[in-house]
């Protein structure tokens, strides 16, 4: 396993200007899908999916439907994405169905990032998709700060009636996409960030340009 602190130490970051540890440490985070065992215990995978529930949550409605697969239910789980993408796509290449029953079947953790929306209330349906997403990088830091890796993926499939349902998901609620969870096997390339230059800019009054735009 290799802990946090020597991911941490093993990636520079390309700025002179001196950080506090914690920033420095959320700069150093990267998405990883070199993963394998140990995944989070029970106690551990419960305080990591806490981190998500601090995300901002206008109105109060908790939006966030965590379901976790782990150990002997891979294989099961990994059959459900199968025949979801079936579903959607009958016509999907072998290669295709392959190549996503094995990602799923070997991967020592994987976190759904249900969304229990409410369609009808005051609050926006793009503010609680934004909720859940918030949470899910809340996740994401949340595991690289324990010593594990994570990777946010997704699918056409994944909204799929039947899959959902499988998972005890409503017809209202929707997926977000999956975190594939784990110990990273070796420290992960860190490639190198975008210039905050191109994406951000201060306002004066006048409407504002991108470099990242040009």
């Not at 700069?27 to 419960?46: G, W």
């Not at 939006?63 to 009958?90: D, N, S, T």
């Not at 094995?102 to 009808?120: A, D, I, K």
């Not at 975008?194 to 504002?208: H, K, L, N, R, S």
């Amino acid at each position: 396993m290799l802990p946090a602190l020597a991911i941490y130490k093993g990636i520079m970051t390309d700025s002179a200007t001196p950080h506090s540890p914690t920033l420095s440490f959320l700069l150093s985070r990267v998405s990883c899908d070199a993963l394998a065992e140990p995944a989070p215990d029970k106690h551990q995978i419960a305080a990591i999916l806490s981190a998500g529930l601090r995300a901002p949550d206008h109105g109060k409605l908790r939006p966030w439907r965590y379901v976790v697969i782990k150990g002997k239910r891979r294989a099961q789980f990994a059959e459900l994405v199968v025949r979801a993408m079936r579903a959607v796509e009958p016509d999907i290449s072998e290669k295709k169905i392959e190549k996503r029953f094995h990602r799923f079947s070997e991967m020592p953790m994987t976190v759904v990032l249900g969304m229990h929306l409410e369609e009808s209330g005051k609050i926006p349906v793009s503010e609680q998709e934004a909720s859940v997403a918030a949470g899910a990088m809340n996740v994401l830091n949340a595991l690289h700060a324990e010593g594990f890796g994570g990777m946010w993926v997704s699918g056409d499939y994944m909204n799929e009636p039947e899959f959902r349902s499988a998972l005890g998901l409503g017809d209202s609620d929707r997926i977000a996409g999956f975190i594939f969870v784990g110990t990273p096997t070796k420290t992960p390339h860190m490639p190198r960030r975008p210039e905050i230059e191109d994406y951000m800019a201060f306002w004066t009054g006048e409407p504002v340009s991108f470099r990242a735009d040009t």
